[in-house]
């Protein structure tokens, strides 16, 4: 009975055992649920997000995982404050979207802090450079991917690459090129001296957007009438 004892207690013979129903489960929850997150990586991740920018955390962070049509997004009230900004999750959107670690996650959360901090900026294009507002926090964050040697980046890239477009959000195709622009050249700005700040960011992405226009409309025009 000592024997069988010690080998049950081995190691390698619990490796081999099939997990149980129980520990399945809990593995299933883990994933689709914040796949291994806590609320503190939550929040690590997202103050990280806001370091970047140099802004400070929101006035409410909200999961929306188990909300009927929950999103993650960005909401404010005052375009000239930081502090009335809540930031909201869905978990399954986001593994969906092959989101699936603490810093595809904060990657996630820069570009929702990129809507914080261009709340108050008009882009032209289309329907009041709808799509351009979305196309500049894809570009933030790849400007932090390139900075901070963000692996995951690609990850994230690729599971917005096989999304559709809409009057409110461009094509995957569209969102990739513009985060690995900001991964590219955020980096060789810095190098050049130039200084990061987020007009030169901006400025640096209008530049981009200008030279792509004409597919960017071309893409458009299976969503607007123009």
Known sequence: ???????????????????????????????????????????????????????????MIQDLTNAQNGQTMFMNWDRGSYYDDVLCFNMQQLINMNVTNKEAFSLVMTHECGHRVLQNTQFPGVANGQWESELCPDFFMGCRAGLWNMSSIEKVAMGLLLTNGSPSHPEGTLRAMFIRH?????????????????QNLVNEFMAFRNQNLYEIQNLQRKYYRF
């Open 1 to 59: 009975n000592t024997i069988m004892a010690n080998i049950f207690d081995n190691p390698a013979f619990q490796f081999l055992q099939r997990p149980s129903m129980e520990d399945f489960l809990k593995r299933c929850q883990q994933r689709f649920n914040r796949f291994g997150l806590s609320d503190a990586d939550i929040n690590d991740a997202i103050k990280s997000a806001c370091d970047f920018f140099n802004i400070p955390m929101p006035r």
């Open 182 to 198: 900001g991964r590219y050249v955020a980096p060789e700005m810095h190098r050049r001296g130039i200084p990061l700040t987020i």
